[in-house]
Structures are given as structure tokens and as C-alpha cells.
């Protein structure tokens, strides 16, 4: 089975930074995408940000220029470095792992695109 866990969510002020992590564990998988979503109170889950296993990222156009998505392959851990926060960033933030297999530029920006997902994490931006 495998695992994500993310963490790193809190409470912050406008205009500050936090680093979510999405560790993976459990047996070994390839994916072929590793995503974050976020949903606010009352709202569908969203795409928030995507890192193709080729190196390929898209952004959410309202986080562009603001988060960052890198991982680190040695500890099996996508990051999702987020700076300028905003009030409306506010949201449970998952990270979501796939083993489909797609090329299009549409492809991972829906969660019917992903297999395995973390419990989501907390985020919290004060005005």
C-alpha cells in the first residue's frame, strides 16, 4: 500500500511563507505525477500545482509566481514551497500521486487523475 503524508500547514499572516511536505512510503511505485490540490470551506477541490515525472510543471494561474513544487527523490518527499500567501489561499492542501500514465496538458489537473492521496494539511492565511 502506499502512503502519502503531508505536513508543514499552519497558521499564517498575509504575506507570509510555508513549505507543505508529501512524503511517500510503502511499497515502491512509479508515478507518473505527483499533484497538490487544495479545497476551501464550501468549495470542489481544486489543482493547486503538478510535477510530471519528466520534470514538467504547471501552475494553477492564480498561484503563479507565488508557489513553487520541487521534490527530493532521496526521501521520497514533493514540496510545495508557498510565498505571499494570501486570505483566499486558505484551504486543506492534499498531495496526490498517480500511476496513470498521460501527455496532454490537460492531463493531472483533475483528482479523477490520481490514485493515492494524503490526508491534506491545514493552511490558514490571516488578513
Known amino acids: 500500500q502506499v502512503q502519502l503524508v503531508e505536513s508543514g500547514g499552519g497558521l499564517v499572516q498575509a504575506g507570509g511563507s510555508l513549505r507543505l511536505s508529501c512524503a511517500a512510503s510503502?511499497?515502491?511505485?512509479?508515478?507518473?505525477?505527483m499533484g497538490w490540490f487544495r479545497q476551501a470551506p464550501g468549495k470542489e477541490r481544486e489543482f493547486v500545482t503538478v510535477?510530471?515525472?519528466?520534470?514538467?510543471?504547471y501552475y494553477e494561474d492564480s498561484v503563479k509566481g507565488r508557489i513553487t513544487i520541487s521534490r527530493d527523490n532521496a526521501k521520497n518527499t514533493v514540496y510545495l514551497q508557498m510565498n505571499s500567501l494570501k486570505p483566499e489561499d486558505t484551504a486543506v492542501y492534499y498531495c496526490?500521486?498517480?500511476?496513470?500514465?498521460?501527455?496532454?496538458?490537460?492531463?493531472?489537473?483533475?483528482?479523477?487523475?490520481?490514485?493515492?492521496w494524503g490526508q491534506g494539511t491545514q493552511v490558514t492565511v490571516s488578513s
Open positions: 496526490a500521486a498517480s500511476v496513470k500514465y498521460c501527455s496532454g496538458y490537460g492531463c493531472y489537473r483533475n483528482s479523477d487523475d490520481y490514485n493515492y
Open positions: 510503502g511499497r515502491t511505485f512509479r508515478w507518473y505525477a
Open positions: 510535477l510530471r515525472s519528466g520534470g514538467i510543471i
